[in-house]
């Protein structure tokens, strides 16, 4: 297991990510956000219908297509592309600087210190039905599991698999899937953490829930 405290430590020392935007086809680029310092916002609504910040528009066999600001941040900086000129697809046109969220921070400390357990095919996954009921009444922190135990039915191809679960004994901390919904091969479904070790963990996560500092 990291050093949680340690991991903390450097996310004070820089508390944001850097978001690269980059053309998604060649065309004409045409600036809206045309300078650093330029505040940003994501989408928004309940099924983020709402779009971001306008920031460029592509203008590609005389249709102009709009590029919005995927995060909450501001511009950090600009790619070396003038305004009106033509850029191939995958260019780095800005880069933004979103301040990372609370719960960003614990989900990068989790994702960082427990033990993670992929996807080994892609497809939709569900819990062993004991094990689901638990989860849905009781939390994921409520179930123990062990190397070998069988934990998920795959669903893939109108055929379900059995799935047994390698790896460190503990408690499910964290679960990164949702039903339904198909998890592409090596994504992170659970994330397990050693019962000795449940006490450190909670401690970090509210130590960041009650001392972080969000920047608007």
Known sequence: MIDVKELLRELREEPYEKISIRAPHSGKVEFV???PGVRVVGP???W???PGTLLVRMERENVKKPLFAPQKG???SLGEVKDGQFVQA?????????YLTREEVIARILRRSLS?????EKGKYYF???VDIKVKTKGSQSVHIEDGMELFILSRMKRETSIRYSGPAGI???VYFETNDSVDRDSPLIGVCPENQLGQIQEVVSRVQSDWEERD
């Open 128 to 130: 062993f039905p004991d």
């Open 33 to 35: 956000a045309k300078e």
């Open 48 to 50: 983020k219908e709402v």
């Open 74 to 76: 501001e511009v950090m």
């Open 116 to 120: 993670l357990f992929l996807a080994p």
């Open 90 to 98: 995958g260019q780095e046109l800005m880069t933004i600087r979103h």
């Open 172 to 174: 499910i901390y964290a």
């Open 44 to 46: 928004s609504g309940t």
